[in-house]
């Protein structure tokens, strides 16, 4: 999404994405893992986050050792946001599904605001409906219905034969209904008629359980950090922002 309607900056030990008036992606990766957390590439980090107008997010994947590694990020400010296990599924035949729900592609700059609405409601954070209707040629933005109810969102994104899924949320009021689960098995049938050979997903520790029951196997465990004061500070940084629009970094 950064690609077509941010920014992406890559440097000799770390990656940048971002994407204006946007809480997503925005988030800081190092180039290579496994990589020790060395106080030169915290500095960096740190001051990367520092220097940018929106938050960003340290997305770091975990290892044997990686109880060392979080204190040093506490040590110099980080604090985890939360945590996401990478999945991945092998096709092979399709499921049953119950086609009940209706998975409707974003195509006009409408259907974008409703997106971006419902999938704040869903996550707790904002994606902004011009970096949605800007990206939607390269990536697949769905809205999800219950009859002539909008219950969610879901991103899809395929490369070669991998097909990846992104934002998959429902309502809250919606929730502990199965919708989740029958989303899931229309997209792994989805897949299969698009030729895609395997299944990626980050899953946070809530939906787990149900790509485990659906055949998904774990890949990796990756730990999101923000700096405590840029937390502290969002409100003011945006208004910061509005007041003089050609702070940049």
Not at 23 to 38: A, D, G, M, S, V
């Amino acid at each position: 999404m950064s690609d077509c309607a941010g920014e992406y900056h890559q440097f000799d030990t770390i990656s940048v994405a971002k994407v204006a008036n946007s809480e997503y992606p925005n988030r800081i990766w190092l180039n290579q893992y496994p990589n020790i957390l060395t106080n030169e590439i915290l500095k960096e980090i740190q001051s990367t986050s520092f220097q940018s107008i929106e938050p960003l997010t340290f997305s770091y994947f975990a290892n044997d050792g990686f109880q060392n590694e979080d204190e040093k990020l506490q040590s110099f400010g980080f604090v985890k946001k939360s945590e996401q296990y990478g999945m991945s599924l092998a096709l092979t035949e399709k499921i049953l599904a119950n086609n009940k729900l209706q998975l409707k592609k974003i195509e006009i700059k409408e259907q974008s605001e409703i997106w971006s609405d419902v999938f704040s409601k869903c996550f707790g954070y904002h994606i902004s409906a011009e970096s949605v209707y800007k990206s939607k040629s390269e990536i697949e933005f769905y809205l999800l219905y219950y009859q002539e109810n909008t219950i969610g969102t879901l991103v899809l994104h395929q490369t070669e034969n991998i097909m990846g899924v992104h934002s998959l949320g429902v309502l809250p009021e919606f929730r502990k209904l199965g919708f989740a689960e029958e989303i899931m098995c229309q997209i792994i049938n989805q897949s299969i008629e698009n030729q895609s050979k395997i299944i990626t997903l980050q899953s946070s520790p809530m939906g787990r359980n149900l790509y485990l029951k659906l055949g998904f196997e774990e890949d990796f465990l990756m730990m999101n950090y923000a700096l405590t004061n840029i937390l502290k500070s969002k409100n003011h940084t945006i208004k910061e922002q509005h007041r003089n629009p050609r702070i940049k970094w």
